[in-house]
Each structure stands twice: as C-alpha cells, then as structure tokens.
C-alpha cells in the first residue's frame, strides 16, 4: 500500500493489513505520489504517523524526515536524514542507510529511550533513527477524535476512548453559502455561544475570523474535521486559550493582517499565560499548523499578509505533537521553477513577512514532532525553562534582504548585539537552562545569494543543555552558500561544492 504524504498531512488510527501476491504482510510506504524522474518517490517533506499499525514493514520512501510515534510494526526501513521514533516495541528492527555517503560523523551510540535524562543512554547505530519513550501518562498519545457508536451517536472520543463527550455538548461552526467561499466569523459572539460548552468543532471550510480572537477557555476542545483554516484579520491573532486543559487538534491558521510584522501582539495563536498551567491538565496541541502566505491569486507584487509569530506558548507544560508552521517559500502568486527561475518562483524577504514560527515563554513545555519554515528571526526561539524538542525539522529563509552579504550582513536576530546573515533555525536562549533535544535537523537553500549561516542552532543558555542527534545539509542553490556549524561553533560546514565540503554533516551530541 502506498500513501502520499507530506508535513501538514498527519496519518493517525489505521491499521494495514491484508498480504502481497507471495503472500508476505502488507507494507505501506509513504512517498510523494510521483512515478518518474530520477527519484521515484519525488521530493516530499514528512512527516507524521502515530497510533497505527502495519502488519509488514513501514518504508519512509524519500521522506526527508520523519516523526514515528505509538506504530507497531515488525520493521521500518529509511533512507532519510532524520527519524525519530517514539513509544515503538522493542522487538521493531530498523533498517537505515540515511544516506551515509554524504553526511559525516553520522552517530553511532547514544539513541535515549527517556526524556530529560541524558545519562541514560543505550548502544545502538540505526542511524538516522533516534528512539524516545513516553511517560505512561503523557496525555498527548490519543488525539481527540469523532466516533460513532452503533445507534448513530456521535461523540468526541478522548484518551483512546476512555472519555467520550457527546457532540451536543460543542458549539459547532458550519462554512456558509457564500460565493468567495470564506465564511465570516465574529468572535465576539462565537465567544459568547462557546460559554458553558465542552468546546468548538470546526467543520471543512475556510473562516475569516474578524472583531477579536476566539477565546477558548479551560478544559475545553477546539477539534477541526477536514482540517479547516482560520484566517486571522484582527492584529491580536486569531485564538488566545486558558493555560489549563485545553485541547487543539486539525486546522491551520492562516494570516490575514498585513504590514504587522513588527508588532509583537500580532501572533495568530496564544497558548495560556506566563507563571499558569498544570502538569496533570496541560494545553495540548496536535496537528495545528500555521501558514503566512498569499493563499489566492491576484497581485504578485502585493506583500501579502504578515504576522510577528505563528505561535506563542506562555503557559506551562504545554505539550505539542505534530506542529507544522511555516512562512512561505513560494506562494498562489509566485510561477515558474526555483531552479532555473527564483525571482518569480519564491517569495522574497519583504513578501509574506513573520519575524518567528515558534516562541516559548513557558516552563516545561514539549514539542513532539516540530516543524518550523522560512521565518526571517529565529525560527523557533526558546525562552522557558526544562524544554523539551524531539525531533526538529527547520529550512532557514530562501531569500534575504537585498545586498546581504558576509561583508555586510542586514537581519536582525533576537538576542544578538551585532546582525546576521540570516539567523539560527533554533535559539536556545539564555533564560532557557535545563533544555532538551533529540533528532534535530536544520536545512539551507540559498538560491540567488551567497549566503553563510554561521550556526544551525544557537544556544545562550549556560546549564544543563543537552541536545542529540542533530543533522544540517546543504539542499542546493548558490554553490558558495551553505552552514558553517550545527550549533555554537561544533559540527562540521556543509556547503555547496565550491566549498569543497560534503553537503550534509551530522553531531552525536552537544552539552553544557
């Protein structure tokens, strides 16, 4: 069996079964859907599975990366740069090549099977697989999901089924028959008819959420069905929740502000508030995605819709899992091939403007399967304490400001005195000790500059940092570009081949 899959396209709760002509178990393989050319499962960018099951092997195909989580299944086999599996049977055999020939120093011995605790380390050289396990009461392993019993009643099923909520229980939001095929929503009075309910299901549409943000309140569930999106017009942001109990799982966010990149209440979600939240009720997020980027046709030359951040997360022991937020690359307006036109083909660095993907203010936070794209600040910067990240997927921006050189470098980046090239794909910053990483992968494309990253990662932050299996390649472009460091000066440069230098470098580890 084969399904196409790309980030922003989570699988979750299936089961593959049946048996191939000679009879073997039925493999799945997850690939772009494309039969020709020189790679035969394209060029996609994963990727997400969890709670499923296969009865023969899983093969990840041309998947870049990948997020594994609660799958059994006897093997899985990978060419890719970077997987992370979390929660698998022991008895699961890898098989990894993770394209060896050229990435060096690939690691070798310390896959982690708990979190938070770097001493506790066991032998292994499946790379580019890095094994994590849960906690048994990490709420995050189920997503909420729609069921049906047998007399017809619906339900919002938690926990695996443990807790069901009937949907009488939840205000529900409905597209309506208007021609643009934008529903507009007044989050004042969404507010008001959320009070009292057990959450808000958003039904597959396109809403454009005008007057204020929905406020989602503790122990309630916002849950998409089709994964809707949710385009943000006020310059606060399209949705603020409580720090407790919350749950968000399947639609995107999508701006709609524009020339706001600079104000920093322009985030399109606010997770709780600094010093709030519960170690047994957090926020919870799963398959939330944020885009900022010029979704329909019109003006090329119009600098599209702007944010300041995709997310914030201020309240405590939020956990995310399978989070996919990007700044385009390319958009509805841009035409033609980044390859032989990147003027027209990708956006530039006053087009679809946002300083940060990801900002994390709160203690104990974890993010479990994280992708962050294109951003022109950091793209994921990290303020709280006893973080957790694993697995990290980050493209720095393709293009920078006009006249950006090593010479004379023109981008600003947040905790730094003197300006950058282009800014680290993740800051651990100095207020963030006792931070955490497993399986993090940061990529560059420069096509149309020369331009030298001088880390991957940057860390501030001075105790307890402990960061694994960390992965930089060069993906193409201009042939004198590339990343000097993975993270504060260690791992080798990747670059283009006027460097001289392999295009991919792996680091075993990195602590403070």
């Not at 926990?159 to 934008?182: A, C, R, T, Y």
């Not at 749950?247 to 600094?274: H, M, P, W, Y």
């Amino acid at each position: 069996m084969r399904i196409a899959v790309s980030q922003a396209s989570a699988i979750r709760n299936i089961h593959v079964t049946g048996t191939h002509a000679d009879g073997s178990p039925m493999n799945l393989l997850l690939c772009d859907w494309n039969t020709g050319g020189t790679y035969a499962c394209g060029m996609t960018s994963g990727g997400f599975i969890g709670n499923s099951t296969i009865d023969g092997h899983l093969k990840l195909g041309s998947q870049q990366q990948f997020y594994i989580t609660n799958v059994t299944t006897p093997e899985i086999d990978t060419g890719v740069w970077n997987a992370v599996v979390n929660n698998m049977d022991a008895k699961t055999k890898y098989l990894g090549t993770g394209d060896i020939e050229h990435t060096q120093n690939a690691w070798g011995y310390t896959s982690l099977p708990a979190k938070n605790d770097p001493n506790k380390a066991t032998t292994d050289n499946t790379y580019p697989f890095t094994k994590t396990m849960d906690t048994p009461n990490n709420k995050a392993q189920y997503n909420p999901r729609l069921v049906v019993d047998n007399q017809s009643h619906w339900s919002v099923s938690y926990n695996n089924g443990q807790v069901l909520k009937p949907i009488s229980n939840f205000e529900i939001l409905s597209p309506d028959n208007d021609q643009d095929n934008m529903t507009k929503v007044d989050a004042n009075a969404l507010n008001v008819a959320l009070s009292g309910k057990a959450g808000l299901i958003i039904m597959p549409g396109v809403y454009q959420i005008n007057g204020g943000q929905i406020q989602v309140n503790k122990d309630q569930t916002v849950l998409g069905l089709g994964l809707p999106s949710l385009v943000c017009n006020d310059d606060g942001g399209c949705m603020k929740t409580a720090s407790e109990g919350v749950r968000l799982a399947g639609f995107v966010f999508d701006a709609g502000v524009k020339n706001a990149s600079d104000s920093a209440n322009n985030v399109l979600l606010t997770i709780g508030e600094q010093g709030q939240g519960l170690a047994d009720n957090p926020d919870i997020l799963q398959d939330v995605y944020a885009r900022i980027a010029r979704t329909t046709q019109g003006d090329p030359n119009d600098p599209g819709p702007s944010a300041y951040a995709a997310v914030k997360i201020n309240a405590n022991y939020v956990i995310g899992q399978n989070l996919w937020l990007w700044r385009a690359d390319h958009d509805a307006r841009t035409t033609g091939s980044p390859d032989t036109s990147p003027t027209t083909a990708l956006t530039n660095w006053n087009t679809d403007k946002a300083q940060y993907g990801l900002i994390v203010n709160g203690n104990y936070v974890t993010m479990d399967g994280l992708a962050v794209e294109h951003f022109e600040n950091a793209q994921t910067l990290w303020n709280g304490k006893y973080g957790t990240i694993n697995f990290y997927q980050s493209e720095m921006p393709y293009r920078l400001p006009e006249g950006d050189s090593k010479a004379n470098p023109l981008v600003s980046c947040n905790s730094f005195t003197d300006k950058q090239q282009v800014c680290p794909a993740l800051l651990v910053n100095s207020s963030a000790n006792n931070f955490t990483g497993y399986g993090l992968g940061v990529y560059s494309y420069f096509p149309m500059q020369e331009v030298h990253a001088d880390n991957a990662i940057e860390v501030k932050a001075t105790q307890r940092v402990a960061l694994n299996h960390l992965v930089d390649r060069w993906l193409n472009g201009e042939e004198n570009s590339g990343i000097a460091h993975i993270v504060n000066g260690q791992g080798l440069m990747v670059s283009g081949p006027l460097q001289n230098s392999k295009n991919g470098s792996t680091l075993d580890q990195f602590r403070l």
